[in-house]
């Protein structure tokens, strides 16, 4: 069983999220849930490479990564108590009101996803106007992907709806959910006329299916701004990196990615976190992603709004000074 699965098993099991004992293990073992994300995503790899790194930085710490919807279903996790841990895009952390969620505090900015809008290559579609009167995939519901992608689609006018809400006859946008491999199949098989997901680029599963069916990405730099409008969050526009399925895309909507925990995680493990992202960041970037995108420990305190642990300011400042 690879990493993730071994995990994602694991914190199946269990009860609790921090600071309890293993069955069968001494009392001093302690458990760290990892909310992480899609099986296939890059939160759920980054998840993989970072558990054991953490592991080996803490005497008796057994970290489980647990494959999720993504962003919104983490943050649940998180102030239910189901993970200590967990990855969030910025903008879900903060929406609806401009202000981090509650109850959550951040370790670390670890690294940039993009929001990537896919079509076949021969689609009609050539801007997001162009969905109305057809169907998209915003990714499972509870993910960043969801959230991100219905700020895109009322920034640009456009008014959804799912299967039996309207859908295409009445011009809107017929959105659903699903993760993305689902997605995928589904835009595979012509059920869907396109899928926006929210990752890194390139993201393997999309890259897989390009390289047997080749994709077309739409260029959303011109939304940032809209997008900004709409949600109050401070939508940035980046340059798409050059990557096969981006095609002549120069530029998409970044959004940062946040490692973060409950506000009563051990500041212990809060500072063994940070350290590990800061010592071990060139490890801790999925091979997929190399050469495109970097954990940058310069960056790492730069969480926007989201009030860094307490224990991650100590571990910044023996760091940094």
Request: hydrophobic residues 45%.
């Amino acid at each position: 069983m690879n990493p993730v699965g071994r995990r994602a098993l694991l914190a199946g099991l269990g009860a609790g999220a921090v600071g309890l004992a293993l069955p069968g293990c001494a009392a001093d073992v302690r458990r760290l849930r990892l909310a992480a994300g899609d099986d296939g995503g890059i939160y759920a790899a980054f998840g993989a490479l970072l558990a054991p790194r953490l592991e080996a930085r803490v005497d008796g710490l057994a970290v489980e990564v647990a494959v999720t919807a993504g962003s919104v279903d983490n943050l649940r996790r998180l102030a239910d108590g189901d993970a200590g841990i967990g990855l969030a895009l910025a903008d879900s952390v903060e929406a609806g009101s401009g202000d981090p969620a509650e109850g959550v505090v951040a370790l670390a900015r670890t690294y940039e996803n993009y929001l990537q809008l896919l079509v076949p290559p021969d689609s009609p579609v050539r801007d997001v106007a162009g969905l109305r009167g057809r169907s998209v995939v915003l990714g499972a519901a509870g993910s960043g992907a969801a959230v991100s992608g219905g700020v895109l689609l009322e920034a640009a006018g456009l008014q959804t709806g799912g299967r039996g809400e309207g859908g295409r006859g009445a011009g809107v946008v017929e959105v659903r959910n699903a993760g993305l491999a689902a997605s995928l199949t589904s835009l595979d098989d012509g059920s869907v006329d396109a899928v926006l997901w929210s990752g890194g680029i390139p993201t393997p599963a999309i890259a897989a299916l390009d390289a047997t069916r080749p994709l077309r990405m739409l260029d959303l730099g011109a939304w940032a701004e809209p997008m900004a409008e709409v949600s109050g969050y401070p939508y940035r526009s980046r340059r798409a990196p050059d990557v096969a399925y981006a095609g002549t895309v120069t530029s998409t909507i970044g959004v940062p990615n946040l490692l973060l925990a409950r506000a009563d995680l051990a500041d212990d493990l809060a500072a063994a976190v940070v350290e590990t992202l800061a010592r071990d960041a060139a490890a801790l970037v999925p091979e997929s992603a190399r050469g495109v995108q970097y954990l940058a420990p310069p960056s790492m305190i730069q969480t926007g709004s989201v009030p860094l642990h307490p224990g991650a300011v100590a571990a910044y400042q023996r760091l940094h000074g």
